[in-house]
């Protein structure tokens, strides 16, 4: 089974600008999640997405946004960005979330690099 | 919500020793536990999980176990090489979400 894709490995941006990371799930897998990794902030998770619908929320600003198509394939958009965003932005795959002990399987990630 | 506390690092180690990076918990209910790698330019990659109490992940010689009355799921390996060396994270689900620790980045020399 192929992994979890994400596109573009590697983005640079200015600030103002926004952007569009894209991720492909494993095979099967309705769910999809988005982490943002920092050196100060660690792993924080963004939004979750199932069955096209976003399912849960993060502690982030409307800025990040994101979608689901009916493939599983999903989107994350930051809109206006800001020299904080350059992150790590990890997309994961599960099978139904979280609950009943799924894993879940992450992608490579897209470098975000925002000067 | 549930946390995660991880040893800090960085651990330095020689080939063939024995690693132990320490994971305690908080929660409320019973959590999953999980262990994941992250090798450099690269994403999580999950190593091991453990989903009750006394419950034994393993994995490419990693071992944790999944103990409730100490809220722990310490990492092990006995003999260690090289190609271990990286960002290990101990996580745990948290409602809807993982919740990870700081990492702990392991070298292992020759």
């Not at chain 1, 792993?43 to 689901?68: A, C, D, H, I, V």
Request: aromatic share 12%; proline share 4%; net charge neutral.
């Amino acid at each position: 089974k192929a992994g979890v894709t994400q596109t573009p490995r590697y983005l640079i941006k200015t600030r103002g600008q926004q952007v569009t990371l894209s991720c492909s799930p494993i095979s099967g897998h309705r769910s999809v999640s988005w982490y943002q990794q920092t050196p100060g902030q660690g792993l924080q998770f963004l939004f979750e997405y199932f069955s096209e619908t976003q399912r849960n929320k993060g502690n982030f600003p409307g800025r990040f946004s994101g979608r689901q198509f009916s493939n599983s394939r999903s989107e994350m958009n930051v809109s206006t960005l800001e020299l904080g965003d350059s992150a790590l932005y990890l997309c994961a795959s599960s099978f139904a979330g979280t609950s009943g002990g799924y894993e879940q399987y992450f992608g490579p990630g897209t470098r975000l690099t925002v000067t | 919500g549930n946390s995660v506390t991880q040893m800090e690092g960085p651990v330095t180690l020689s080939e063939e020793a024995f690693l132990t990076i320490n994971c305690t918990y908080t929660a409320t209910g019973y959590p999953s536990l999980f262990w994941y790698v992250q090798y450099p330019g690269e994403g999580l990659q999950l190593l091991l999980k453990a989903t009750k109490a006394d419950d034994k992940g393993s994995n490419k010689g990693f071992e944790a176990t999944y103990r409730k009355e100490t809220t722990s799921f310490h990492l092990e390996k006995g003999s260690v090489q090289v190609s271990d060396s990286a960002v290990y994270f101990c996580a745990l689900t948290d409602d809807y979400k993982l919740s990870f620790g700081a990492g702990t980045t392991v070298t292992v020399r020759a």
